[in-house]
């Protein structure tokens, strides 16, 4: 029987793929805040850039971890949810927000603190690396589910990488815009571009790997190039996100037109953030049958 | 220690639901929310279709995914191997909704425990039945474990009319479970996730 010949199940009770509907826009969101805010704080305090270590910290901070908040069931007891870091990478991501929350305050104070020297030097690494952390471990949050297929890959913590530091890339650029901050710029555009090329070839890789795995990974991929997603993934995610932005930027590399850089990180931005919500919403459930129904 | 579990002979399902009803009824779940349930598919071309059942319910995993998905501990199994959740550690984050292969996690959505299933508010019976639960956090089958704890049998397995489902524990030296497995074939649902259900299944 081919995925195609089992149809999305329309209840519990009904036989067929059973898209995920557990995770919703919120938790987009916070994945989304989460790797464009951990990549432009780490971009931006490695080559001290204080607005872009600012808006970082603030998307991580206020952005991401509010989206979690309001997602939760229960979000008076969000402290539980770093009960377990040796087996759950969500409570490895509560230590990593944590600590980036701290540490990345630390590097905030105004200098005319007095901040000892090892202090800030300490926070600066704990920052970095929990800002890292930060940009790449909701891939493994998905990843580490067996239930869909199509997270259940190594290449989806990759994925998620990429496009944060994409995010965090082109944010970067428009800041450094808009401060009239230049040094730099040219190094970080060609980052951008090719990690606008990396992603687009990671992206193609995923899909064809996924197009030769299990059913219900393969369906998905068919959802997102030929069914229901696929308007949204081909238009927003390939077309806006990727070749657009890659076009506009050239333009704005080659002309020098400056004004683009908010069409850039607007169009750049759509894909992502329509990446992590196409792939939150066309994860499926596998159906299940007895052997003799397959 | 014990790892209880069960056999479903499909054979034997005829696809009536007491079970779901029974599970209903001994529980007391919000609406919408079955621990059990029986898929229902249909096969076949006009005029020589047919449905076949799939009763299916909480795996209570070995290698629970959910239990390993669950960040604050809330969701742990017992001695006996019954997987459980904690609803005063939940946080209600649903990890391990997503992480279940087999959809048996439910999620207790706001406002869902303030009307029954009638618009009237809750019967005396919802009344009792949902102080059981809290919203915003996550529910599962417990196997019964408030009857198995008092002796008894889960509902589902006592109330089903053509004894299809086998309750047993597969450490059992007697190999109740294990013999029906092994001598018809018996097979459990997705072994791709590599998940050690303690549910199995006949057909042959």
Known sequence: MTPQSIAIAKHRFGFGYYPQRYWNWLIGSAFFLGGIGGAT??????TRFRPGMILGYLIVVMGKNTAHLLFLGRPERFWRAAMRPDRSWI??????????????LICLFPQGWAVPAAILTAAQVVAMISAFFIMFYDGFVMNTSPAIAFWHTKLLPLLILMYAGLGGTTISLTLRELFGVQDL???????????????FLLLAGYLVRMSRWTPAARETARLLLHGTYARVFLGLVIAVGLLATLLLSTVQNLAGRPELVILIVLSELTGDFTLVMVLLKSGLFSPQSAPSWR | MARLGMVIDLRRCI????????????????EDIHFARVVTREVGTYPATKRTFLPVLCNHCEDAPCAEACPSGATWIREDGIVMVDREKCIGCRACAVACPYMNRHFIARGLLENGYSADGLSPFEAVKFAEFEEGTMTKCTLCAHRIDA????????????DARIFGDWDDPSGKLQKLVDGRGGWALLPECKTKPKVYYLDD
């Open chain 1, 41 to 46: 704080f780490l971009l931006s305090i490695m």
């Open chain 2, 15 to 30: 696809g009536c639901n007491a079970c779901t009803l029974a599970c209903k009824q001994e529980n007391g779940t919000p």
């Open chain 1, 185 to 199: 710029v040219p190094v970080l555009s060609q980052a951008e571009h090719l990690l606008l090329v990396g992603n």
């Open chain 1, 91 to 104: 409570a490895r991501g509560i230590w990593a927000t944590g600590l980036f929350a701290v540490s990345g």
């Open chain 2, 151 to 162: 002796g008894l049998l889960p509902a589902c397995v006592v109330t089903c009319p053509t």
